[in-house]
């Protein structure tokens, strides 16, 4: 991570007596020359690398992030930093609990939120009083860091923290030498006081807008810091070594490549570098040949995925449902993990100080389906074809001999030990000699023929590929592209275990329940009391109607009840049949304002975009056709990749007769929306009574002039 060591070009010359071939390597960096070719440049990005710490941080996969602190007690996803550190009184905290969770998860690494963007710093630091001194837990002689650090010793976990640049309680924040002062200090302090810090996570948010006050970062005097304190830590997202995926979803890129033309950091040169080729983490292409025909530069800055394992990054007691499925979070590891990133799965405590049981329910079962799928290699013994028999492609996960390819295209046909049955695909490339495969597929001998299982691009660390299952007693891999003779360290075939999926709920607009599953045939339970469905609960034999809303948990078995799925649980509110838009600002022709209450999240209202068009604010009026008691109401932004439109700062108004208005939400913010774009529920401060509602807009996430909504409802009670 060090710029030293970028300038590193590393030629280590064989020992001429030997007449030993050169070994060119780039650690992390390398300039190409003025006017290089196309072919040159590959060449050389097929030998980027990665320093030592970045290789040990790969090796890890996935790792674990906490979100704890003040918000856990506000119910918010970010603070505004006038919080009174008096609400922070975890009852029962236990770090252990924590860890001990986490490393039953498969985690080898947790990186906790010592500062969020709300300021409250979760040490007793001396650099401000808004800490865990000045709150009531154990008396202000707390220290969380310290009790996490304690516990990732005890189990051998690694550990990081994540501080955030953007601190909206700091009150020299916006002065900008006094605010790197004061970060630095609070750095030096995290880096210093608690022993070693594996990984050090620098946010990219900054919610302040143009309007707000505007820190100049000094980031190559932050990267300095940790240099100097912490050598071996990677330094992610704002930082030089780990690359944030660019999504919060889970799912990295089919094709990730961990040599980008995107530089690294924040410093004015990496920036420079990035505008020039119009790149930012959530770029689609980062390095293909089209790029680096472009790029002046290349650098190792692999992919980290982070994802939380509830809707939001904080806990809210009103997700405890919504905890995401072994299924979910299976298919999230083969898209982190098998995609060649590493996984950061957030599992944020809850107002005791633990993390909740549905969490650790998930996690216990994610590592038990995980070690189960790779606990048995079936390459395992199997003999290659003539040309590679002298040096097979390693079965053994150990990460260490690699099978160098003769020439590119290339084939490795395989006969296994016996007939075997599998539905996974593991490759991996060593990348201690850079990343270079392109394209491949692996083929199996199926009826006298070869038949293709699976086809993709880049492998990288890891690349895992669900395949249906096949029997067979040979498959091949080609390796069609490449930037350079392939050095593949492993090559696996496993058969992962079916997964019961749990049931999905879903009401349409005649207001009738529905649910589905793709297991097939299962059973499937449910109860509308908010009761656990059993086995002896309602069974479901076709969809029922929930006119006026209500609570919906069911829960899928198969076997005779012997296996179970997750609870799921869905609430619905009431049927919007009586609904009518009355008043909206504009509307594009081809998405009108009455999509937003349609009852179906994938319509949407879009106000004309472009040049030229109406700005903010935009506004809705509905009609409900009678009067509810509600206490909240929610927003859905647009669904599909593209977010262009969402909302990120609002008014709400509600009223009797659609005269009079009551403002209930002022100015305010749907918090970490531009990163997050998923369905925001705001709770009102108390139950009102109301016919109409109107929504006001007054920002977008992603400074655009128009607004996109895909359904906007109300939380109603009884
Ligand atoms: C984002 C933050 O704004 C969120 O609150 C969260 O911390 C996530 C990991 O990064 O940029």
């Not at 009840?561 to 081809?590: C, L, M, P």
């Not at 139950?687 to 002039?705: I, P, Q, W």
Request: glycine share 8%; hydrophobic share 35%; net charge negative.
């Amino acid at each position: 991570m060090t710029f030293k060591k970028y300038f590193i070009f590393i030629l280590i010359a064989g020992f001429a007596f030997l007449n030993a071939s050169a070994q060119e390597k780039y650690i992390k960096r390398v300039d190409f020359e003025e006017g290089e070719t196309l072919q040159s440049k590959i060449h050389k990005a097929a030998r980027v690398v990665p320093t030592q710490q970045q290789l040990n941080w790969q090796k890890l996969e996935m790792t674990a992030f906490i979100h704890f602190g003040i918000n856990t007690f506000t119910g918010r996803e970010w603070g505004d930093g006038s919080e009174s550190p008096e609400i922070f009184n975890p009852s029962e905290l236990d770090a252990r609990q924590w860890v001990k969770s986490l490393k039953e998860g498969g985690m080898k690494m947790v990186i906790l939120t010592a500062k969020h963007h709300d300021g409250f710093c979760l040490w007793p630091t001396k650099t401000t009083d808004h800490s865990v001194a000045s709150s009531p837990w154990k008396n202000g002689n707390g220290d969380i860091v310290k009790e996490l650090k304690d516990a990732c010793d005890e189990f051998g976990m690694k550990f990081g923290v994540y501080l955030s640049p953007w601190d909206r309680n700091a009150e020299c924040y916006g002065d900008s030498p006094a605010y790197n002062q004061f970060f630095l200090d609070q750095l030096t302090e995290l880096l210093t006081w608690y022993g070693k810090v594996d990984e050090v996570w620098f946010d990219g948010a900054n919610g302040e807008g143009p309007n707000g006050k505007k820190q100049i970062y000094d980031w190559s005097a932050y990267y300095k810091k940790i240099e100097e304190l912490q050598p071996e830590a990677v330094v992610a997202i704002m930082g030089e070594d780990v690359r944030w995926v660019g999504t919060e979803t889970g799912y990295g890129r089919e094709t990730e490549w961990s040599v980008t033309a995107l530089a690294p950091g924040g410093t004015s040169e990496m920036k420079a570098i990035n505008q020039e080729l119009d790149l930012n983490a959530q770029s689609k292409d980062l390095g293909s040949r089209e790029l680096i025909k472009k790029a002046e530069h290349l650098f190792w800055f692999p992919a980290e995925v982070d994802v939380s394992i509830r809707p939001g990054w904080f806990y809210h007691e009103e997700e405890d449902s919504r905890v995401k499925s072994l299924a979910k979070m299976v298919d999230i590891y083969y898209n982190s993990v098998g995609m060649n990133a590493v996984l950061l799965l957030n599992v944020p405590p809850d107002k005791r100080g633990l993390i909740h049981e549905n969490d650790v329910a998930v996690l216990k079962k994610l590592k038990t389906y995980i070690d189960k799928t790779f606990e048995n290699n079936l390459m395992q013994g199997a003999t290659f074809a003539p040309e590679l028999q002298t040096q097979t492609i390693p079965a053994d996960n150990l990460y260490g001999a690699a099978w160098k390819t003769p020439r590119i295209p290339v084939s490795a046909e395989a006969s296994l030990q016996g007939t075997k049955t599998f539905n996974v695909v593991l490759l991996q490339e060593d990348i201690t000699k850079g990343q270079r495969v392109e394209e491949f597929c692996v083929e199996a001998w199926i009826n006298n023929g070869w038949k293709t299982i699976a086809t993709s691009t880049t492998i990288g660390y890891k690349k895992l590929l669900r395949v249906p299952e096949t029997t067979t007693n040979k498959v091949r891999l080609t390796i069609h592209k490449s930037r350079d003779k392939a050095i593949i360290s492993n090559f696996g075939i496993f058969q992962a275990p079916e997964i019961l999926s749990d049931p999905v709920i879903l009401r349409n607009k005649k207001g009738e329940v529905v649910f589905t599953t793709e297991t097939a045939h299962p059973v499937i339970r449910y109860t509308l009391d908010g009761s656990e469905p059993t086995a002896s609960s309602m069974e479901y034999t076709g969809p029922f109607i929930l006119e006026s809303g209500g609570t919906v948990k069911a829960r899928a078995f198969i076997n005779n009840f012997e296996e179970q799925s997750s609870i799921v649980t869905r609430v619905f509110y009431i049927n919007k049949s009586k609904w009518a838009v009355t008043d909206y600002s504009t509307q594009h022709e081809g998405y009108p304002a009455t999509n937003a209450i349609d009852g179906n999240e994938s319509t949407m209202w879009h106000t004309p975009w472009g040049e030229n068009v109406d700005k903010h604010p935009h506004h809705i009026t509905v009609d409900m056709g009678e009067k509810l008691k509600i206490n909240g109401f929610y927003y859905s932004p647009r669904a599909g990749e593209n977010k262009s439109g969402t909302i990120a700062r609002y008014s709400f108004f509600i009223s009797k007769n659609g005269k009079k208005w009551t403002k209930i939400k002022d100015n305010a913010e749907f918090s970490n929306i531009a990163n997050n774009p998923i369905r925001q529920e705001v709770t009102f401060n108390k139950t009102c009574k109301a016919r109409f509602f109107k929504l006001v807009s007054h920002e977008g996430a992603y400074n655009e002039a128009w607004i996109s909504v895909g359904e906007i409802g109300v939380m109603n009670v009884k």
